[in-house]
C-alpha cells in the first residue's frame, strides 16, 4: 500500500538509524532500556545488561538529529528502536507501547522528515502490529532471533501474517549486539564479526525457511548489508545441491529482501548489487551510533558508483527511490515515486 509523504521532497533517504526518546519509561519493573538526562542535559542509557552509558544526544532529541540530518546532506530518516529495547518489547506489552508511542511523537515532531518503524510483543501481537499502523509507523524492527525463536520458528508465524496482512516492512536487525553470534567474548569481536553472523543465520531463515515463500507479499529489510551471506551464498548453494537439496528457486526468493549499505565498503555494496539486485539496494547509516557513517553517506553512495559502475544510471534509486518503493512512500501531490 502507497502511502503519501509529507514535508520537503525525499532525496537521500536513510533507513538504518535508531531512537529512543526520553519519554519511554523502563516497564512495569523498570529494567527496559531507557535515557536517564543529568543535570547538563547529558543523557545516560540504562538498559539493565550493561553499565549507563553516554549516548549521542540526536538518540532522543529530534531537532539535534535533524541538524545531523541536514549536514550529512540526508533528507529523511527511518528511525526504529534501539535493539535492546525491540528486544526487551517482546517480552513486555506495556513498553512496546511506550517505545512505539515515543517513535511516532518524534516523526511527528519531524514534520515528516522522520518515517518510524515500531516493535512488537509476543503477547497482543496483532493488537500492536495494529496500533503501529495507527500511529502511522510504517513497519517494524525484529530480531535475528525473538527470544529462543529462530525466524523460521512456528511459533513466530502469526506475527509474519500479521506483517504480511497489514503491509508492515519488517526490518531485521541483530540481537544482543551479536554476543549469540560467536564464542569468544572480546568486546569489538562481537559487534564486528557476530552481528553479520547473526544477520546472515536470519537471512538463511526467511530465504530457506519457508518464511518469504509462505508469505508472499512480505516486505524484508536486512541491516548491514544482510550481514556475511552475499558472500556465502554461492557456497551454501553449492553444496546443498550435492546433498541432493532443491535450489530451483533460491536466487528468486534472495532477491525479495532488501540490504542496506552499512558494510564500510564501495566493493561490498558492488557485490550486494550483483547478489540481491541493484532494487533492492538502501541506504543505511546506524545513526546515531556511527557518526562518521552518517557524514559519510552520500560520498559511500559515490564510491560505490564509481567501484566498477554497477549503480550507474540508478544513483536516484540508490539515494531515495529503492526506499521510497521498499516502504510505500509516495511524494506529496505526486502519483508515482520519480
Excluded at 55 to 78: C, F, K, Y
Excluded at 232 to 250: K, L, S
Excluded at 280 to 300: K, N
Amino acid at each position: 500500500m502507497r502511502q503519501t509523504i509529507s514535508g520537503p521532497p525525499v532525496s537521500v533517504l536513510d533507513v538504518h538509524a535508531h531512537h529512543l526518546g526520553t519519554d519511554v519509561v523502563g516497564g512495569s519493573q523498570g529494567d527496559g532500556p531507557h535515557i536517564i538526562l543529568d543535570e547538563t542535559g547529558r543523557g545516560r542509557l540504562i538498559d539493565g545488561q550493561m553499565a549507563p552509558r553516554e549516548v549521542p544526544i540526536s538518540m532522543w532529541s529530534v531537532p539535534e538529529r535533524l541538524r545531523e540530518m541536514d549536514a550529512a546532506g540526508i533528507s529523511h530518516q527511518v528511525i526504529s528502536p534501539v535493539p535492546a529495547a525491540m528486544e526487551h518489547a517482546w517480552r513486555n506489552v506495556a513498553y512496546a507501547r511506550s517505545v512505539n508511542d515515543s517513535i511516532a511523537s518524534a516523526c511527528r515532531e519531524a514534520g515528516g522528515r522522520l518515517i518510524g518503524l515500531g516493535c512488537l510483543p509476543a503477547a497482543q501481537t496483532r493488537d500492536e502490529a495494529a496500533r503501529c499502523v495507527g500511529l502511522g509507523l510504517k513497519g517494524v524492527e525484529m530480531g535475528t532471533r525473538m527470544a529462543a525463536f529462530e525466524l523460521d520458528a512456528p511459533d513466530l508465524a502469526p506475527v509474519w501474517e500479521t506483517c504480511e496482512h497489514l503491509g508492515l516492512v519488517v526490518f531485521v536487525h541483530p540481537t544482543m549486539g551479536g554476543r549469540g553470534a560467536v564464542r569468544r567474548d572480546e568486546g569489538w569481536l562481537a559487534a564486528g564479526l557476530g552481528m553479520v553472523t547473526d544477520t546472515a543465520l536470519a537471512a538463511y531463515a526467511l530465504a530457506f525457511g519457508g518464511v518469504l515463500a509462505s508469505h508472499p507479499q512480505l516486505r524484508v529489510l536486512l541491516a548491514h548489508g544482510g550481514g556475511t551471506f552475499g558472500w556465502v551464498y554461492p557456497r551454501m548453494r553449492a553444496i546443498a545441491a550435492v546433498g541432493g537439496v532443491d535450489v530451483a528457486g533460491w536466487e528468486t526468493l534472495i532477491r525479495r529482501m532488501y540490504v542496506d549499505t552499512l558494510v564500510f565498503d564501495a566493493e561490498q555494496i558492488r557485490l550486494l548489487a550483483c547478489r540481491f539486485g541493484p532494487d533492492r539496494l538502501v541506504l543505511g547509516s546506524d545513526c546515531p551510533y556511527l557518526p562518521l557513517e552518517t557524514a559519510m553517506l552520500l560520498s559511500r553512495a559515490e564510491d560505490a558508483s564509481a567501484a566498477g559502475g554497477v549503480l550507474a544510471g540508478s544513483t536516484h534509486d540508490l539515494l531515495a527511490g529503492n526506499g521510497q518503493r521498499l516502504f510505500g512512500l509516495v511524494p506529496k501531490d505526486h502519483d508515482a515515486i520519480a
